[in-house]
């Protein structure tokens, strides 16, 4: 049972990171999630804009390290994320976006705690100018 529990959750953190990419439209990965059971810690954010996340943003070079080892699986397929057949990165303002970009997404600030709506075009602009985003 725990070797089934395992496979699991390195299912769910592989999916986890590739829907980050597809998601916040191929400008950031979230990857190397580290933790205990089902609570996730010290995550590693790789950002196209290398002036953000740190020293640990590895940027492109960290994204495509990502996707040379990962390989689509059945949550992937689930939640309908870009397919990678391995060849090259999925591409970055992913299509998705138009779909996305008129949506309302709850956002929490890291500062306060405060729950928060705003557009999904609105928070992924915000993203590209600023490393975390606080209460308006």
Not at 13 to 37: K, M, N, R
Not at 87 to 102: C, M, S
Request: net charge neutral; hydrophobic share 45%.
């Amino acid at each position: 049972m725990a070797g089934l529990k395992m496979q699991l959750m390195i299912k769910l953190q592989q999916a986890f990171s590739h829907f980050t990419y597809d998601h916040l439209l191929g400008i950031l990965l979230v990857c190397d999630l580290q933790g205990v059971e089902w609570i996730y810690t010290d995550p590693q954010i790789h950002a196209v804009d290398m002036t953000k996340y740190r020293q640990g943003n590895l940027s492109l070079a960290g994204i495509m390290s990502f996707f040379a080892s990962h390989t689509c699986n059945s949550i992937c397929n689930a939640m309908r994320l870009t397919p990678y057949d391995g060849t090259a990165l999925p591409p970055i303002g992913n299509i998705a976006f138009k779909a996305l970009a008129d949506k309302t997404m709850t956002c929490s600030c890291p500062l306060c705690g405060a729950i928060y709506t705003m557009l999904h075009s609105g928070f992924a602009a915000e993203l590209l100018k600023y490393p975390e985003l606080y209460c308006p």
